[in-house]
């Protein structure tokens, strides 16, 4: 019986971010036959310090701050030359990076802000961008010369999947310099979400480099798996906003105006379901934001409904004096992508991106967890005639209620608190009444009985309007708007418009349309688990999620390294040809290759 053995496949990162993809080629645990592997990680090198300090937490390994640029480069990129303490990149600096070890497998996963859809076409053409795309190319021929001698047998370069149409010189320039040095290369696309069974959605370019000499069999595409709602993630996660979770999971101050643009787009669409509102002058027709109507006040009236009576003092405040007009040119008008947008609960979100404020896509969420149970979920609750009631429990002053559509019968409800007329006999006198049986009262039209000036009740404040800067009464166990005074002049205006603040507004759907806290981004790129805290280097949301949208999901590089092991311990072993179930990365160099073997 063969023993399993196991055998030690060392990674490098070059622009390496927060760590995702050394996290996440570290969790790698290939097979094959008796053969077994484990990943170790040997360096990584970004120009963010911030970046490095997560990397270090997340690769087990020091990471190394280095500028990459050459000279030319960083004065396009800054727009100034370097101080006299910068010094160009060299082949030695990355041997002391990657700890004068060499790496079989190189991951670079390079800035690709000059190749994004949100940056416009004009802007990407700048000398500062295209220095920042020319980073990606210098950043190769530094790895290239450092292991010339012992090349690294594989190398992956991953990207936006726009580089492979804005980027397209740089790409040739990239792929015939590691021609020249022995590698076949394929470009490909995949998904990350569909490589580990991810909640988002996230296409990627690929690019994919294998030394010939070194490394003859054929490498395969990593299988699919199906993504996952965005719920089965979040729905392990405590609810927004609980310190238990962490600094990263705090609802984000958003303007007032976006937070009540959130409510009103529709679950799973975005900005663009606000066309169908009715908008004048920047304010919704059909809708308002009003208090508690108390006999029609602030009331608006449907355009095709009638209006109640005209009284003599008819304002808003006092009845349903307003009305939805619909008369108008709907011109609402948006371009900014899916600004806004709203993902539903058991929907698979869009790819974690740089930059995730609600404005700058569909990165906010229908949360049906918004309130939970109500304290008192039977608390005057009237049950419809045709339904079943509630529980009967001990506590029968809740809950039980009906509306009765039979109607008074005057003849079943006789002597029930009847009040009798002046000129009719009174009921029998009883003795005594529990239930309000009998007849105890009269309607006595006898003068004087008018409310004058000095009145006891018109003077008690009915309806009164306390002063902002006053004081209240005594708060009696009866206090209504309508026997004292019980309202206040509340001079605070509702926010305005840009003012940042948190909120909870439930949408039209009865759900919490909110952004994604920091912490589920992360959840999301499987950075970390959902019950679990993560914790990044500095103190600011906006650097948090921009590295954590830049980062390679730790579970697909996990499946990607998987399978480029088992293309390495297969050259190992001394095959040079196996048979996959998945296609070929790199199919049309592989026909090559065969053709020259059998030379």
Same mark, same amino acid.
């Given at each position: 019986?063969l023993? @399993?053995?196991?055998i030690e496949?060392?990674h490098?990162h070059?622009?390496?971010?927060?760590?995702?993809?050394?996290?996440?080629f570290?969790?790698?645990?290939?097979?094959l036959?008796?053969q077994?592997?484990?990943?170790?990680?040997?360096?990584?090198?970004?120009?963010?310090?911030?970046?490095?300090?997560?990397?270090t937490?997340?690769?087990?390994?020091?990471g190394?701050?280095?500028d990459?640029?050459?000279?030319s480069?960083?004065?396009s990129?800054?727009?100034a030359?370097?101080?006299?303490?910068w010094?160009e990149?060299?082949?030695a600096?990355?041997?002391?990076a990657?700890h004068?070890?060499?790496?079989?497998?190189v991951?670079l996963?390079?800035?690709?802000?000059?190749?994004s859809?949100?940056l416009?076409?004009?802007?990407?053409?700048?000398?500062?961008y295209?220095?920042?795309?020319r980073?990606?190319?210098?950043?190769?021929w530094?790895?290239?010369?450092?292991?010339?001698?012992?090349?690294?047998?594989?190398?992956?370069?991953?990207?936006? @999947?726009r580089?492979?149409?804005?980027g397209r010189?740089?790409l040739? &320039?990239?792929?015939?310099?590691?021609?020249?040095?022995?590698?076949?290369v394929?470009?490909?696309?995949h998904?990350?979400?569909?490589?580990?069974g991810?909640?988002?959605?996230?296409?990627?370019?690929?690019?994919?480099?294998?030394?010939i000499?070194?490394?003859?069999?054929f490498?395969y595409?990593?299988?699919?798996?199906?993504l996952?709602?965005?719920?089965?993630v979040l729905?392990?996660?405590?609810?927004?906003?609980?310190?238990?979770?962490?600094?990263?999971?705090?609802?984000?101050?958003?303007?007032?105006?976006?937070?009540v643009?959130?409510a009103?787009?529709e679950?799973?669409?975005?900005?663009r379901?606000?066309n169908?509102?009715?908008?004048e002058?920047g304010?919704?027709?059909?809708?308002l934001?009003v208090p508690d109507?108390?006999?029609?006040a602030?009331?608006v009236?449907?355009?095709?409904e009638?209006s109640g009576?005209?009284a003599?003092?008819s304002? @808003?405040?006092?009845?349903?004096?307003?009305?939805?007009?619909?008369?108008?040119?709907?011109?609402?008008?948006?371009?900014d992508?899916?600004?806004?947008?709203?993902?539903r609960?058991t929907?698979?979100?869009?790819?974690?991106?740089?930059?995730?404020?609600?404005?700058q896509?569909?990165?906010?969420?229908?949360d049906?967890?918004h309130?939970?149970?109500a304290?008192?979920?039977?608390?005057f609750r009237?049950?419809e005639?045709?339904?079943?009631?509630?529980?009967?429990?001990?506590?029968?002053?809740t809950g039980?209620?009906?509306?009765?559509?039979?109607?008074?019968?005057?003849?079943?409800?006789?002597?029930?608190?009847?009040?009798?007329?002046w000129?009719?006999?009174?009921?029998?006198?009883?003795?005594?009444?529990?239930?309000?049986?009998?007849?105890?009262?009269?309607?006595?039209?006898?003068?004087?009985?008018?409310?004058?000036?000095?009145?006891?009740y018109?003077?008690?404040?009915?309806?009164?309007?306390?002063?902002?800067?006053?004081?209240?009464?005594a708060v009696?166990?009866?206090?209504?708007?309508d026997?004292?005074r019980?309202?206040?002049?509340?001079?605070?205006?509702?926010?305005?418009p840009a003012?940042k603040?948190v909120?909870?507004?439930?949408?039209l759907?009865?759900?919490?349309?909110?952004?994604?806290?920091?912490?589920?981004?992360?959840?999301? &790129?499987s950075?970390?688990?959902p019950?679990?805290?993560?914790?990044?280097d500095g103190l600011?949301?906006?650097a948090?999620?921009?590295?954590?949208?830049?980062a390679?999901?730790?579970?697909?590089?996990?499946?990607?390294?998987?399978?480029?092991a088992?293309?390495?311990?297969?050259?190992?072993?001394?095959?040079?040809?196996?048979?996959?179930?998945?296609?070929?990365?790199v199919?049309?160099?592989?026909?090559?290759?065969?053709?020259?073997?059998?030379?």
């Open positions: 019986m023993m @399993p053995t196991t496949i060392r490098g070059l622009f390496c971010g927060l760590g995702g993809g050394a996290k996440g570290n969790a790698a645990r290939p097979a036959g008796t077994r592997a484990r990943f170790r990680c040997v360096g990584g090198v970004d120009s963010d310090a911030a970046a490095i300090r997560d990397f937490r997340a690769a087990g390994v020091a190394t701050v280095l990459m640029f050459d000279r480069q960083y004065t990129f800054h727009g030359e370097p101080p006299a303490t010094a990149a060299t082949p600096d990355i041997h002391a990657f004068h070890e060499r790496p079989h497998i991951f996963s390079a800035p690709c802000k000059g190749f859809g949100l416009s076409e004009g802007k990407s053409k700048t000398d500062k295209q220095a920042l795309n980073l990606t190319l210098r950043g190769i530094l790895l290239l010369e450092a292991y010339k001698d012992d090349p690294v047998e594989m190398l992956l370069f991953e990207n936006v @999947p580089i492979a149409t804005r010189h740089l040739d &320039q990239i792929g015939d310099l590691l021609r020249a040095y022995g590698y076949a394929a470009e490909t696309t998904d990350c979400g569909e490589l580990a991810l909640a988002q959605s996230r296409k990627r370019f690929l690019l994919v480099a294998r030394h000499a070194k490394v003859p069999p490498l595409e990593p299988a699919k798996r199906q996952r709602a965005v719920g089965d729905d392990r996660m405590l609810l927004p906003g609980d310190l238990r979770a962490g600094p990263m999971h705090r609802v984000p101050a958003l303007q007032w105006k976006t937070w643009r959130l009103f787009v679950a799973g669409s975005d900005w379901s606000l169908r509102l009715e908008v002058d304010v919704l027709r059909d809708y934001i109507m108390h006999n029609g602030l009331g009236r449907d355009w095709n009638a009576v005209v003599g003092a304002r @808003p405040q006092n009845g349903s004096f307003s009305i939805a007009d619909p008369r108008f040119d709907q011109s609402s008008k948006w371009n992508g899916q600004a806004a947008g709203v993902r609960w929907d698979t979100t869009g790819a974690i991106a740089g930059q995730q404020s609600p404005m896509g569909a990165y906010s969420v229908a049906p967890r309130a939970g149970p304290k008192h979920s039977n608390e009237i049950v005639w045709a339904k079943a009631s509630m529980a009967v429990t001990s506590a029968h002053g039980q209620a009906v509306a009765d559509p039979r109607g008074p019968q005057a003849d079943r409800l006789f002597g029930k608190y009847h009040c009798a007329a000129d009719t006999p009174g009921r029998t006198v009883i003795g005594g009444s529990t239930s309000g049986e009998g007849s105890y009262a009269v309607a006595d039209p006898r003068p004087g009985m008018q409310r004058n000036a000095g009145d006891a018109l003077t008690g404040g009915h309806y009164g309007v306390v002063a902002w800067d006053g004081q209240s009464g009696s166990g009866s206090a209504a708007h026997n004292g019980w309202s206040v002049a509340d001079p605070r205006p509702m926010p305005a003012d603040l909120c909870r507004i439930r949408a759907d009865g759900t919490w349309h909110r952004p994604f806290t920091t912490l589920e981004l992360a959840a999301l &790129q950075l970390v688990d019950e679990e805290q993560l914790e990044l600011s949301d906006q948090w999620r921009e590295r954590i949208g830049n390679v999901p730790p579970a697909a590089a996990t499946a990607i390294a998987e399978e480029m088992r293309t390495l311990m297969l050259a190992w072993s001394g095959e040079t040809f196996t048979l996959g179930s998945t296609p070929i990365w199919r049309n160099v592989a026909v090559a290759m065969t053709v020259a073997g059998a030379a």
